[in-house]
């Protein structure tokens, strides 16, 4: 049980905060809000791993793990340096000194924190059941072990007598890649971690939720709180080990940035296109809408088309490499199914 605890401890740190650290002077440039900032920021960082391992297992196979991790923890920190450097920022920019809570925001930090903090107790205690989640688990593991990503339209495990048909992008399972790979670093054999991803994301849904009813009406805060946490089906999926979190965190923060944008453009795109490649690398669903938000602002910005066209532009490149373009790249190489559920061929 410690070693597991100490895995847990490890990851949170190598996967979340370490990266958040590194991300958030980036995110708070494009938002205002310092307390937003943090919440995108946790919310972000794994998945940002996820996307930079996407990429290293596919151009890099069969390296040593040690080099998984120096590659990716070397582009956030010369990234964060190269950040800073360029905008002139500081580099103690964003402290906890400078954060200052109303009477209400305390109450929900620290309710937040509790409810994070049983959620990992119920993590370690609940066992997995979820169907889905165990072909996710499964794949990720895979992907650890080989140490190699393959776009197939054929991918048969001999070992297993396993076939998987992908339809989502594989953000969510090469998260438990990570764990499995620090699992072989520490000889433990552990998936607390990923378990617990659940409640982590279900805290800062509640967190950016909260966040986005006060961008709208203050007011409105205690009653869509208890209107949300009453409501069943949403309860059921926040004591799931099951990836729906991730999603509804992933679409409140591109509502939310969405409408922040609307109500005053500013720099808000950027983030936006990196929000919008991460919930299409999570599921197909994430794809779906993340199209649909891309057209919306196309459609409603009043800028010339050509200028449209430049600045979504680069956000939609920020986007594919981000998540979408392992769509692209399984209907060119893979068995394309996501692309057969849609026409039926």
């Keep these: ?131 889905d989640t165990f072909e996710y688990m499964f794949l990720g593991k895979q992907l650890a072990l080989k140490k190699q990503l393959l776009i197939s339209n054929y991918r048969f495990n001999e070992n297993s007598g396993s076939f998987f048909v992908g339809l989502h992008g594989l953000l969510y399972p090469l998260l438990f890649s990570w764990q499995v790979f620090l699992n072989q670093i520490m000889h433990v054999d552990s998936e607390w971690w990923f378990k617990s991803i659940a409640g982590f994301y279900g805290i800062l849904f509640v967190a950016i939720f909260t966040g986005y009813l006060k961008m709208m009406n203050h007011k409105f805060i205690l009653l869509g709180l208890c209107l949300l946490l009453t409501s069943y089906s949403m309860v059921f999926s926040m004591l799931q080990f099951h990836l729906e979190m991730i999603r509804l965190f992933l679409f409140v923060a591109v509502l939310f940035i969405s409408i922040s944008f609307i109500q005053s453009p500013k720099k808000q795109l950027s983030l936006l296109g990196l929000l919008l490649g991460l919930q299409a690398g999570i599921h197909f669903i994430g794809l779906v809408i993340s199209l649909i938000v891309f057209a919306l602002i196309f459609f409603f910005t009043k800028k010339s088309y050509i200028k449209r066209t430049r600045q979504l532009g680069i956000q939609f490149i920020i986007f594919l490499f981000t998540g979408a373009l392992h769509y692209l790249l399984e209907y060119m190489f893979g068995d394309g199914y996501w692309w057969q559920k849609i026409t039926g061929n």
């Design 1 to 131: 049980m410690v070693n597991e605890l100490l895995n847990l401890v490890v990851l949170y740190i190598l996967i979340i905060i370490l990266p958040a650290c590194f991300i958030i002077d980036w995110v708070n440039y494009y938002i205002s809000s310092q307390k937003t900032a943090i919440v995108l920021s946790l919310g972000i960082a794994p998945l940002l791993m996820s996307a930079m391992l996407y990429f290293l297992l596919l151009l890099l196979p069969n390296q040593s793990v040690v080099i998984y991790y120096a590659i990716s923890f070397g582009l956030l920190i010369s990234f964060n340096f190269l950040f800073k450097k360029n905008h002139q920022i500081p580099l103690n920019r964003l402290t906890f000194s400078n954060l200052s809570f109303s009477s209400t925001e305390k109450t929900i930090a620290i309710l937040l924190l509790v409810s994070f903090l049983l959620s990992l107790v119920y993590s370690a205690w609940r066992p997995l059941t979820e169907h």
